[in-house]
């Protein structure tokens, strides 16, 4: 199904998020990597974006909330509003 959410990961602030892209790619429900990724501002790397291109995946990196309760609840409500439409 086009535009389903296929992996979430929430992780602490203290590591530096671009580092986290791998253990978001490897909790994914599917095998086939995605054709987008969306991860928050601190995603935007030009080293990541150049080697998830070469993967085949592009790097999507708006604004999103700080907390890592919220931007979970976000991504979690965003997931299931997603799913239905697909009913």
């Given at each position: 199904?086009?535009?389903?959410?296929?992996?979430?990961?929430?992780?602490?602030?203290?590591?530096?998020?671009?580092?986290?892209?791998?253990?978001?790619?490897?909790?994914?429900?599917?095998?086939?990597?995605?054709?987008?990724?969306?991860?928050?501002?601190?995603?935007?790397?030009?080293?990541?974006?150049?080697?998830?291109?070469?993967r085949g995946v592009?790097?999507?990196?708006?604004?999103?909330?700080?907390?890592?309760?919220?931007?979970?609840?976000?991504?979690?409500?965003?997931?299931?509003?997603?799913?239905?439409?697909?009913?």
């Open positions: 199904m086009a535009g389903a959410p296929v992996a979430v990961h929430v992780e602490s602030a203290t590591p530096h998020e671009v580092t986290l892209v791998h253990a978001t790619l490897a909790q994914r429900f599917v095998n086939q990597l995605p054709v987008r990724l969306i991860g928050d501002n601190a995603y935007e790397s030009d080293r990541l974006d150049a080697e998830l291109a070469r592009e790097l999507i990196a708006p604004h999103y909330e700080r907390l890592a309760e919220n931007f979970l609840g976000m991504l979690q409500l965003a997931s299931c509003l997603i799913l239905l439409r697909g009913l």
